[in-house]
């Protein structure tokens, strides 16, 4: 356990389904991230939020929606999915977002199949 | 543009050394991180070094190089439990994150 949460680990979607990620974190945390990871190619940031408010959005579709309620919990809205959406998601946090040594905590990522 | 280079696939032999090399062109520097991620986990942070030399952290150390855009993972005494991909990335001016397509280890008996 890395103290952040994913769920579920596996989802299997059609392209016209609707489903979200959720993730957790209890360690006090400011700032937190969703990672796309396909095989082979680096982690890709999607979105950071610090203090529930998002400082970034890396140029992605809008058939992912992210939400951030509070400062431990962070979602990820999926609708109308392509098949190349098929990846492992990552979420993480950290202390903050721009700091020296900024160490992320990941979750062990929800493994996602677009049919 | 910005990159991380690092092998793709290293194989080593239990209780052998192995180094992973990361090259690294980026806009700044502030600071390198390795991280570790076995197969269906989450990544875990192994390391950072942000001046020039090596870091020792039990079996493993990781070393820097900033006019050479340059760092090493050693990892010693390899057990099989090191059997993983591992992930450079470095921090750039900015503070983001510019990853590298990770080294799967395999570790053969």
């Known amino acids: 356990e890395t103290g952040v949460t994913q769920t579920p680990r596996h989802l299997v979607m059609g392209m016209t389904n609707k489903k979200s990620l959720k993730c957790e974190q209890h360690?006090?945390?400011?700032?937190m991230y969703w990672y796309k990871q396909s095989a082979k190619k680096p982690l890709e940031l999607m979105f950071v939020?610090?203090?529930?408010?998002?400082?970034e959005n890396n140029s992605v579709p809008s058939r992912f929606s992210p939400e951030c309620p509070n400062s431990s919990h962070l979602f990820l809205h999926l609708h109308t999915l392509q098949p190349e959406d098929s990846a492992l998601y990552l979420c993480?946090?950290?202390?903050?977002?721009?700091?020296?040594?900024?160490?992320?905590?990941f979750g062990a990522g929800s493994r996602l199949t677009v049919l | 543009g910005q990159n991380i280079d690092q092998p793709t696939e290293m194989t080593a032999t239990e209780g052998a050394i192995v180094q992973i090399n990361c090259t690294y062109q980026t806009s700044g520097f502030n600071g390198l991180f390795w991280y570790q991620q076995h197969a269906g986990e989450a990544p875990t942070f192994l390391s950072y070094n942000v001046l020039d030399g090596l870091e020792e952290k039990g079996r493993f150390s990781s070393f820097l190089s900033r006019s050479k855009g340059y760092s090493y993972l050693l990892l010693k005494e390899l057990q099989m439990k090191d059997s993983a991909s591992y992930l450079c990335?470095?921090?750039?001016?900015?503070?983001?994150?510019?990853w590298g397509a990770g080294t799967k280890l395999i570790i053969k008996p």
């Open positions: 360690l006090g945390h400011n700032a």
């Open positions: 990335a470095v921090q750039d001016s900015n503070y983001q994150l510019i």
């Open positions: 993480a946090s950290s202390q903050e977002v721009a700091s020296g040594a900024n160490v992320l905590t």
């Open positions: 939020y610090s203090l529930e408010e998002r400082v």
